[in-house]
């Protein structure tokens, strides 16, 4: 299935934090209207929840709206067909309480950077209109769907706020309030980043749940206790149970001390 307007879900207009009644420079238009909360890119039907399922979990517990863009069926893959993982993903997803659609890039382990296939995206982008955007590391050695996605992603997101791109012309630009990077595997870890780290230990038995509903996944390695053993060794570093990393895209910009919650130097 494409992305299209008629096939895809809306979700319920949400407020996003740091919403502001300010005009973008190149636009014009409203910046930080979001129709949505957060909208999370996949490569394969996975990633996301092996990535970043425990950072979905704790948004969609406080009610806030997730949609989840998986951009292949993992035909590719070593186990199971196209029609069992794209079944494991709608399970996945619905366990997250999160929305999904998938997209076409060309196929598993076939991505293209390609300008027609960064539009798509941008047009996603506009369609659901996200406070925040996730998507997988820009670092090359992993998968090559995985950085090729996240290049492709981050170029949509700056497309996506452009009046004039002749394509995007039916909804209106849409400026993203932060693109952050997931790391699928330890390798994908960029070194010069800072991350953001996300407190999941009260939602760790959803998280878990949405990863070993990929069972197809799981006959080749324990891929959900890789990331389990990833979220508590983060946990450990900074005293709680669990914790999760984002790479920021962009400088983070706060309104005050206030907003800027604790520190992770523990040791
Ligand atoms: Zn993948």
């Keep these: 299935m494409k992305p299209g307007p008629k096939s895809s879900p809306k979700p319920p207009p949400h407020p996003a934090a740091g919403d502001h009644p300010r005009k973008s420079a190149e636009t014009g238009q409203p910046v930080g209207v979001n129709a949505l909360h957060l909208l999370v890119f996949g490569a394969h039907p ?7 399922g425990g950072i979905v979990a704790r948004e969609t517990r406080a009610g806030r ?20 993982r794209t079944a494991e993903a709608r399970q996945a997803a619905k366990l997250l309480g999160a929305s999904l659609e998938f997209a076409d890039l060309g196929g598993d382990a076939h991505f293209e950077e390609r300008a027609v296939h960064v539009v798509a995206l941008a047009r996603i982008i506009r369609r659901v209109r996200p406070g925040f955007v996730l998507a997988p ?43 952050f990077f997931y790391a699928v595997t330890p390798e994908a870890e960029p070194r010069e980043v800072t991350p953001v780290f996300i407190d999941v230990c009260d939602v760790m038995e959803p998280w878990y749940n949405a990863m070993i509903a990929h069972r197809s996944q799981l006959k080749s390695r324990p891929y959900h206790l890789l990331q389990m053993a990833r979220a508590s060794v983060l946990g450990q570093r900074l005293g709680v149970h669990g914790a999760m990393a984002l790479y920021p895209n962009d400088p983070l910009v706060f309104d005050s001390l206030a907003s ?3 520190s992770g130097r523990r040791y």
């Design 46 to 52: 996975d990633d996301i929840e092996f990535a970043c």
């Design 65 to 84: 709206s997730v949609h989840f863009v998986v951009c292949s069926r993992g035909e590719a893959g070593t186990h199971g067909t196209p029609t069992q």
């Design 137 to 179: 590391t820009t670092v090359e050695n992993q998968h090559p769907d995985h950085y090729k996605l996240g290049r492709m992603v981050r170029d949509a997101a700056r497309l996506a706020r452009y009046g004039g791109v002749r394509e995007l012309r039916r909804d209106p630009p849409h400026a993203i309030g932060q693109l």
């Design 260 to 262: 800027l919650g604790r």
